[in-house]
C-alpha cells in the first residue's frame, strides 16, 4: 500500500521550495511589473508598514506639537509660548468657579454607564438650553433629546457615523479634526466652500440657500462661533440660516464649543440655534458643545450632543461600537457645573478675561507690522494673514517653521483647509499664507510668544509700525 505525500497547501508555507516562490520565477516578476500588479504586502513591508493598516494623516495640532518636541518643546516649559494652543487657560481667573480638587465617586459610578450618558446630566443640559434660550418656546427639550459624547471629536465621529448617503456641505476655513470625519466615512460626499477674507469669513443664509440647491447639500457642518477666523453668525442672521436650513430640509451640524466666546455684544451673552428651534423633534437641527472650552474643563473629555430624539437614538446606537460612551464618575461630577446661572456668571467672566487677552495681542501685532485684517469678535484665535511680510515667511508653513527655531508655536492656516481628497497642491490653498494664533494661553506666556515672534520678524527685517 503507497503512502501518499502531503500536498504543499498541508505542508504549510513555510515548506514551499525557494524555486517555487515567486521571486525566484521571471515569469511570476514579469506579472508583478505591470501596472497594478503590485504585491501590496510586500511593498508596505518595504515600507516598515504592515499590510491591511492604514495611517490617517496627522491633525494639524498633532503635527505641530511632534515638530515642537523635536526643536526641544515639553509641555510646562518655561522659555517656550505655545501660540498653537487649542485650548484655554484652565487656572482659576477672577470671577469663574473654583477648579474642582477632587470628586465624589459613588459605587455606582465603577459601572459601565449608558451609551447616551447618564440620565442626571442629560437632563441637566437640556434644562441648560431651555432656561438660556427657549424660555419663551412651548416645545422643549428633554433627556432624550440628549447625548453625553467623551469629548467634541467623538461627538463628530457619531455624527460622521449615522449621516446617510447625501452630500455634505462645509467651509473654509474650518475645524481641523474635521478633515478626518469627513473623509473616513465614505457613505456621504464632503462638499467644501471657500469663505473670503474680503467678505469677513462670513456665513451667509444667501450663500448657504445657493449651496443647498445647487449642490445638493443634504446636510452642513459648521462651527459657530468659527475656528479658526473667530467669527461668529448670531441673531438674526442666525434666526435665517436656521429657517433656510428647514425650508430645505437640510440638516444644520452648529458645533457650538465656543459659543461663550462672545466680545461685541453685552457681557454675558451667549449664541445657540437651540433659540431658534420650533420643534425639538421635528426640526433638522444638532448642536455640540461640553466641558472643553466654554466650562474651560478639556482634560474631563464631557461634551453632549443635542437633536431630535430620532438622531439621539442613532448616536447611542453608534456609540455602542464606536466608543462606548463617557467617563461615568465625571458625568456625575459634571452635574453642577451645567447649572444656567453658573453658565451665566462662568460666560461673563470669562469674556472679560479673554477680551483683555484679545485686545492686547492684537495692540501688539500692530506695533510689530503685523495688521489683523479681519479682527475675532469670538472664540480665542486669531487668524493673521502673512501675505504682506517677505519670503519665505509670508507662507504660514515657513513662518511656523522660523517660529519654532525661536521657541513660540503657532499653527499654519494649511491645516484649516479641511481637503479630504488631498487633491490640492498645498500652495493652491486658500489658507496657506495664513497662521492661526491662540490667546487661550495665560497674559504671561502670550507676552513671551510675542517678545520670539518678533526674532523671526526682525530676522527678515520687518518693520515695525
Known amino acids: 500500500m503507497s503512502i501518499k505525500s502531503p500536498t504543499l497547501l498541508e505542508q504549510g508555507i513555510e515548506s514551499i521550495p525557494q524555486k517555487l516562490k515567486e521571486c525566484y520565477s521571471r515569469a511570476h516578476q514579469t506579472l508583478r511589473s505591470y501596472p497594478g500588479n503590485i504585491n501590496r504586502a510586500s511593498s508596505l513591508e518595504e515600507q516598515g508598514n504592515i499590510h491591511g493598516i492604514d495611517h490617517p494623516g496627522s ?176 441673531d438674526e442672521e442666525l434666526k435665517t440660516l436656521f429657517q433656510v436650513g428647514k425650508e430645505t430640509h437640510t440638516t444644520l451640524v452648529m458645533d457650538e464649543f465656543y459659543s461663550a466666546y462672545i466680545y461685541d455684544q453685552e457681557k454675558g451673552k451667549t449664541v445657540s440655534i437651540s433659540e431658534f428651534v420650533e420643534d425639538v423633534n421635528r426640526d433638522p437641527v444638532i448642536l455640540l458643545d461640553g466641558l472643553t472650552k466654554n466650562f474651560r474643563m478639556p482634560g474631563w473629555r464631557i461634551c453632549w450632543i443635542v437633536g431630535p430624539e ?19 464618575a465625571l458625568q456625575m461630577a459634571a452635574i453642577p457645573f451645567v447649572d444656567p446661572d453658573v453658565y451665566r456668571n462662568e460666560a461673563k467672566c470669562l469674556q472679560e478675561h479673554f477680551q483683555k487677552k484679545r485686545d492686547y495681542v492684537l495692540k501688539e501685532l500692530k506695533k510689530m507690522g503685523l495688521y489683523v485684517k479681519v479682527p475675532p469678535n469670538a472664540t480665542f484665535y486669531i487668524w493673521l494673514d502673512l501675505s504682506k511680510l517677505p519670503e519665505p515667511i509670508n507662507v504660514g508653513l515657513n513662518f511656523f517653521e522660523e517660529c519654532l527655531l525661536h521657541k513660540v508655536i503657532v499653527v499654519p492656516g494649511i491645516f484649516f483647509d479641511v481637503n479630504p481628497s488631498h487633491r490640492r497642491d498645498l500652495f493652491q490653498s486658500p489658507c496657506h499664507q495664513f497662521v492661526r494664533l491662540s490667546f487661550g494661553p495665560p497674559m504671561e506666556e502670550l507676552k513671551l510668544g510675542l517678545k520670539h515672534m518678533q526674532k523671526v520678524l526682525d530676522k527678515y527685517k520687518v518693520k515695525s509700525s
Open 310 to 328: 430620532s438622531v439621539i437614538s442613532s448616536l447611542e446606537s453608534a456609540g455602542s461600537f464606536l466608543d462606548g460612551g463617557a467617563n461615568h
Open 59 to 234: 491633525t494639524g495640532v498633532i503635527y505641530v506639537m511632534d515638530r515642537a518636541a523635536k526643536h526641544g518643546y515639553e509641555s510646562g516649559s518655561d522659555d517656550w509660548a505655545n501660540f498653537g494652543r487649542g485650548s484655554p487657560e484652565v487656572d482659576d481667573i477672577e470671577g469663574c468657579m473654583k477648579r474642582p480638587k477632587e470628586i465624589k465617586i459613588t459605587k455606582n459610578a465603577y459601572e459601565y454607564g449608558p451609551t447616551a450618558g447618564v440620565k442626571q446630566l442629560r437632563e441637566a443640559v437640556a434644562n441648560l438650553y431651555n432656561e438660556l434660550y427657549r424660555g419663551d418656546k412651548v416645545s422643549k427639550y428633554s433627556y432624550k433629546n440628549v447625548c453625553i459624547v467623551p469629548g467634541g471629536r467623538a461627538g463628530l465621529t457619531r455624527i460622521g457615523a449615522v449621516i446617510g448617503d447625501i452630500n455634505v456641505g462645509y467651509f473654509l476655513p474650518e475645524y481641523t479634526a474635521y478633515e478626518q470625519m469627513l473623509s473616513i466615512f465614505k457613505k456621504f460626499v464632503p462638499i467644501p466652500t471657500t469663505l473670503e477674507e474680503d467678505s469677513r469669513y462670513h456665513i451667509d443664509a444667501a450663500t448657504v440657500k445657493k449651496e443647498i440647491t445647487s449642490r445638493g447639500l443634504g446636510v452642513i457642518v459648521a462651527s459657530n462661533p468659527r475656528n479658526p477666523t473667530g467669527q461668529v453668525i448670531q
